[in-house]
T-cell receptor, first 118, second 111 residues
Framework: GAVVSQHPSRVICKSGTSVKIECRSLDFQATTMFWYRQFPKKSLMLMATSNEGSKATYEQGVEKDKFLINHASLTLSTLTVTSAHPEDSSFYIC??????????????FGDGTRLSIL | QQQVKQSPQSLIVQKGGISIINCAYENTAFDYFPWYQQFPGKGPALLIAIRPDVSEKKEGRFTISFNKSAKQFSLHIMDSQPGDSATYFCAALHWSNKLIFGAGTRLAVHP
């Protein structure tokens, strides 16, 4: 159980393009979803937290107009990288947890999206 | 201070040996401590986790030891196998539901 699916797994596109990444919880209701960015050989850096039906909370230094997050249902969150540039190239990973309000809920991660901007 | 310090950065172990990775934290607002295993090009997978009211948890070849007073916890991989070669991240869950990750340990198990 607790499967999180992320799509696409890899995207290569031209500078200036907007890219949408989907994150789905397949067998549980994800009241909270998280978006991370990971640079090569580095740890995961939290970008934003989204709760179903409400606006995402962005970490300091993350541009909310550049990284648009939508969490419209209990099983789907999307991250849109708007007007992507080469410096946005990275590995983006989502995670999901359920049972909002309950303590100690583990986060389950998707397999990530490798974004390459030419 | 929301920080989790992890060591070593890299680790080489012979097949059959014990791999030990250590983590330390400062913030007492953490209440759940998971370990994640990540293979190249994949997302982290939850390996094992412990709550602060427990001093040790074992699942198969993987054991977490937790020292609440010292604010330290460690992962032991017994009988390490080449298939265990991956990057391991310790983490701490803050009451705000944010996971704070350690820097990661790249484990290589040689045959």
């Amino acid at each position: 159980g607790a499967v999180v699916s992320q799509h696409p797994s890899r995207v290569i596109c031209k500078s200036g393009t907007s890219v949408k990444i989907e994150c789905r919880s397949l067998d549980f209701q994800a009241t909270t979803m998280f978006w991370y960015r990971q640079f090569p050989k580095k740890s995961l850096m939290l970008m934003a937290t989204s709760n179903e039906g409400s606006k995402a909370t962005y970490e300091q230094g993350v541009e909310k107009d550049k990284f648009l997050i939508n969490h419209a249902s209990l099983t789907l969150s999307t991250l849109t990288v708007t007007s992507a540039h080469p410096e946005d190239s990275s590995f983006y990973i989502c995670s999901a947890s359920g049972n909002q309000g309950a303590a100690n809920q583990p986060q389950h991660f998707g397999d990530g999206t490798r974004l390459s901007i030419l | 201070q929301q920080q989790v310090k992890q060591s070593p950065q890299s680790l080489i172990v012979q097949k059959g040996g014990i791999s030990i990775i250590n983590c330390a934290y400062e913030n007492t607002a953490f209440d759940y401590f998971p370990w994640y295993q990540q293979f190249p090009g994949k997302g982290p997978a939850l390996l094992i986790a412990i709550r602060p009211d427990v001093s040790e948890k074992k699942e198969g070849r993987f054991t977490i030891s937790f020292n609440k007073s010292a604010k330290q916890f460690s992962l032991h991989i017994m009988d390490s196998q080449p298939g265990d070669s991956a990057t391991y991240f310790c983490a701490a869950l803050h009451w705000s539901n944010k996971l704070i990750f350690g820097a990661g340990t790249r484990l290589a198990v040689h045959p």
